[in-house]
């Protein structure tokens, strides 16, 4: 049984936890993205975060030619990750542990 019912959970989790934030948010993601870029410190947390985002496509991009499918398919996990981060690759594995079942 190789389901990913941990990533399911994680990926509800923090799907869920995103919304209400920024339902309840006072600013647009775009403010927060400028005022995250704008010290060094919280900068350098966001640099290390789209790093790590680079490399969970290159390996989702991997894995998708690997197992004979067009780059077209992991097109939205590519754009979900530019915006949510772990939110791509964590459905990337859902979708995929679920659909090799």
């Known amino acids: 049984m190789h389901r ?14 995103t919304l209400a934030t920024m339902l309840t948010a006072e600013q647009s993601l775009l403010a927060f993205g400028k005022a995250l870029m704008s010290q060094p410190d919280t900068a350098q ?12 496509c290159v390996w989702m ?6 197992r004979g499918r067009s780059v077209a398919s992991v097109v939205p996990y590519f754009l979900l990750t530019a915006v949510f981060v772990s939110v791509g690759p964590m459905l990337y594995i859902v979708v995929k542990g679920f659909r090799d079942e």
Not at 61 to 66: I, K, L, V
């Open 4 to 17: 990913p019912y941990i990533a399911l959970t994680g990926l509800l989790g923090f799907s869920l936890y």
């Open 45 to 56: 947390v966001v640099i290390d975060l789209y790093l790590m985002a680079v490399l969970a």
């Open 61 to 66: 991009y991997r894995d998708a030619r690997g």
